[in-house]
């Protein structure tokens, strides 16, 4: 299980303001960057030796 959380304050703000003597600039983004995200992972089928083996080469390995 894992849980993200991204700018779940709402800091990331990001408003801008350029003020000069003829010309006044202001900049605002409205993006959403807060989210929260829960991934649940599970795996099936899970044997710890998957291919047993039930000796039938035994009998090649000791004649040779």
Not at 1 to 23: G, P
């Amino acid at each position: 299980m894992t849980l993200e959380a991204k700018d779940i304050f709402d800091s990331a703000k990001s408003n801008y303001n350029l003020c000069s003597d003829a010309v006044q600039i202001q900049q605002k983004n409205y993006s959403q960057g807060r989210s929260v995200m829960l991934t649940l992972q599970y795996r099936f089928n899970t044997t710890n030796n998957r291919y047993r083996g039930t000796g039938a080469g035994n009998s090649e390995k000791s004649r040779l």
